[in-house]
RNA sequence: GGAGAGAUGGCCGAGUGGUCGAAGGCGCAGCACUGGAAAUGCUGUAACGGGGUAACUCGUUCGAGGGUUCGAAUCCCUCUCUCUCCGCCA
């Protein structure tokens, strides 16, 4: 959520950095009319609730005093409270209402892009910063796809798992499971390393941490629901993560809060029907282990560079080809201020796709989540600043591992740094 | 699912109609004591919104929403959540 005080006090400035997103998308025009609306409205009534307070007060000092409770004098103090009450009541309701209309407004707007994010329409303007990796891709063009070579080693089973559930589910099987396993732990392992505490956070949320990270109220659609419980899955564990400290005050002397979490994540994937409808790039439910940061303000951006390296560190110990890219204002997550995306060497498709989105959220997710510090001495509180990424998508990770480590007699090696985890060298 | 208890400041916790934004403690900050520190003593310390360059000032907030009253943390109603006991169960 944007600062309702910088959207009054830099309009242009704010519909600037709106408009490098989408230049026609978002307009503040609605919610600068009613910010001073609402205004007025508040001055009118709390001079009003002064004076009524002010009567409030005299009547039980006279009455303290020896005054008669049911005396004129009284009397025409209780008349006078009423008139007040009855005045408020018209404008209560409509302060009320301004604020909700105001707030729900705020909901829908993005994120501002950072200053120092590339300016572009879509994906197609997107940088890219770096590549890893190039001496481990292979000249082979004999690959086979990873869900063919899947289902010929008999580690994934589409079929199957589509009568369970339904179609974008998977099975995996014997060994398949095993990669899956090794590769959760290795993950965690390694963020448990670089200093992440690991939580096993549900995967059921509410409604108040879905909005808190912003998939709500805007991406609703994308998220399966419990209707019975205000309960939907979630999906992914940012949003458990970063709601662990929805509402609270932390200390200064707390930050930076890092935490690392593997759980499995649900999307629904509305409007994406027909895209990567085989194999294990775009599931229902798939398992992430994902980082997430909650910072002082002064260190996000050097702890989002650490958080894009502590991702990075997982591709290079899989000798996995990738290269990191900064999205474009046009491509940018809803949240997010600054957003980096690993892209990993997918050879059958000839391409790099996303396995890991690091962003930097600012103080966006903190003003909805309402997650504050104070430092010693200081008087007052701060939204603090919170970052995440995916550190990685396990599903991905094994479709790259499948593609990119196939031997030509149809086996895949093992990454040697899974070989410990799984205890074979082969599938 | 049945019965009961509870939700108060950064944290713990007292408070059953006006003198309550709220005792006390912890934490934090300042000062004193000390060579320095610990311990101790004194003092200060809620958040949010509006107005003001500022000092400051007004309002709101004691789980949420309604109600009674001139006046509600306190009384009434509804809801949410937490805890305890019983039942069921991985």
């Known amino acids: 959520m944007l600062d309702l005080k910088l959207i009054r006090e830099q309009p242009t400035q704010v519909q600037e950095l709106l408009n490098?997103?989408?230049?026609?998308?978002?307009?503040?025009?609605?919610?600068?009319?009613l910010d001073r609306q609402q205004r007025e409205i508040e001055t009118k009534r709390s001079k009003l609730?002064?004076?009524?307070?002010?009567?409030?007060?005299?009547?039980?000092?006279?009455?303290r005093t020896g005054s008669d409770p049911k005396g004129a004098e009284i009397a025409a103090l209780k008349e006078e409270?009423?008139?007040i009450k009855a005045q408020l009541a018209e404008l209560e309701p409509q302060e009320k209402e301004l604020k909700a209309h105001i707030e729900n407004l705020l909901?829908?707007?993005?994120?501002?892009?950072?200053?120092?994010?590339?300016?572009?329409?879509?994906?197609?303007?997107n940088v890219e910063i770096r590549r890893w990796g190039d001496e481990y891709i292979s000249q082979d063009k004999k690959v086979l796809p990873h869900w063919e070579i899947g289902e010929q080693l008999g580690i994934l089973e589409f079929k199957r798992a589509v009568k369970i559930a339904q179609s974008r589910f998977v099975n995996l099987v014997g060994a398949?499971?095993?990669?899956?396993?090794?590769?959760?732990?290795?993950?965690?392992?390694?963020?448990?390393?670089?200093?992440?505490?690991?939580?096993?956070?549900?995967?059921?949320?509410?409604?108040q941490s879905l909005t808190a990270t912003g998939q709500l109220p805007?991406?609703?659609?994308?998220?399966?629901?419990?209707?019975?419980?205000?309960?939907?899955?979630?999906?992914?564990?940012?949003?458990?993560?970063?709601?662990?400290?929805?509402?609270?005050?932390?200390e200064a002397s707390q930050l930076p809060i890092h935490h690392c979490a593997y759980t499995p994540c649900f999307r629904r994937e509305a409007g994406s029907y027909g895209k990567d409808t085989r194999g294990l790039i775009r599931l229902h439910q798939f398992n992430k282990v994902e980082?997430?940061?909650?910072?002082?303000?002064?260190?996000?951006?050097?702890?989002h560079q650490a958080l894009v390296q502590n991702a990075e560190a997982i591709l290079q110990a899989l000798k996995l080809p990738y290269r990191v890219i900064e999205l474009c204002t046009g491509d940018l997550g809803f949240g997010a201020a600054k957003c980096y995306d690993l892209e990993v060497w997918l050879p059958t498709s000839n391409t790099y796709r996303e396995i890991s989105s690091c962003s930097n959220f600012h103080d966006f997710q903190a003003r909805r989540g309402d997650i504050r510090f104070k430092e010693a001495g200081k008087k007052g509180t701060k939204y603090l600043h919170t970052l995440n990424g995916s550190?990685?998508?396990?599903?991905?990770?094994?479709?790259?591992?499948?593609?990119?480590?196939?031997?030509?007699?149809?086996?895949?090696?093992?990454p040697e740094v899974l070989q410990p985890y799984i205890k074979r060298e082969v599938l």
Not at 20 to 33: K, M, V
Not at 225 to 249: F, M, Q, S
């Open 20 to 33: 490098r997103r989408d230049s026609e998308g978002y307009d503040i025009q609605p919610i600068l009319d």
């Open 49 to 63: 609730s002064a004076k009524g307070n002010e009567i409030g007060k005299t009547v039980g000092q006279k009455i």
């Open 81 to 83: 409270g009423n008139n």
């Open 107 to 125: 909901l829908q707007l993005p994120n501002l892009p950072n200053e120092s994010t590339p300016i572009g329409k879509d994906e197609t303007e």
């Open 176 to 207: 398949g499971a095993a990669l899956e396993r090794a590769l959760i732990n290795f993950m965690l392992d390694k963020q448990i390393e670089a200093g992440y505490t690991e939580i096993m956070p549900p995967v059921l949320v509410n409604t």
């Open 218 to 250: 805007k991406f609703a659609e994308e998220s399966f629901k419990c209707d019975e419980d205000d309960l939907w899955l979630t999906p992914t564990a940012e949003v458990p993560l970063t709601n662990l400290y929805r509402g609270e005050i932390l």
């Open 291 to 303: 980082l997430v940061k909650l910072v002082h303000p002064d260190n996000s951006e050097a702890e």
């Open 391 to 414: 550190g990685l998508a396990i599903g991905r990770t094994m479709a790259a591992i499948l593609e990119n480590y196939q031997l030509p007699n149809g086996t895949v090696e093992i």
